[in-house]
Structures are given as C-alpha cells and as structure tokens.
C-alpha cells in the first residue's frame, strides 16, 4: 500500500471540478466506482459549502459521470462519506456538523 500512495503522490492528475493538472500529494481520490480525483482545494470548496449550507447529499463524488449514475438511481439510498476522508478534505469541525446533520 505503501509504494501505491508513493506512486500516487507524484503521479499528475487533472482535478476533475478546476481541470487543472495537480501531483497527487495535491490531491483526493475518492473510491467512487469510477476512483475520480479531484485536487483537494477544490474537494474542500465544494464538500465545505454542502455542509455549510445543510445540503449533505452534495457531499458525494462530484464527477460528472457519477452525479450522472446517481441520478439515475435516484431513490437509491447512497453510502455515506468514509469520516476520515471527510475529516482529510473539510477538518474535523465541518465532520462534526456532518454527522450532526446526518
């Protein structure tokens, strides 16, 4: 597992919300079925104003495809964030609010 995150880390990736090519230590990704990455200033933005704001069921992959397959489904009950994940790209206090609102 070890050498898969070392090569992770300094793989360049495409965030899929700024497009911007990122090295992986820049970035998240999220086991998704399609395994999106985004780089996590972007994650952070995006997870953080869905808590914010109240909206959980923003916090999920926002890839195309998957907000795609998840529409779909609609009716579907979605697994949850994984919390250490979620405390990676949004700290502990936007966690806390989460699972609150959860």
Partial sequence: MHTQQVEFSATSFTCGICFE???????????????CVFCTEC?????GLAIREGAIAGV?????????ARVKAEG???EDVDQELLKKVVGQALTERYVWLK
């Fill in 76 to 78: 579907v009950e979605e």
């Fill in 60 to 68: 999920a992959c926002p890839g195309f495809d998957c907000i795609k």
């Fill in 43 to 47: 994650l952070e933005a995006c997870w």
């Fill in 21 to 35: 090519s990122k090295k992986g230590r820049s970035c998240i990704s999220l086991p998704c079925s399609l395994a």
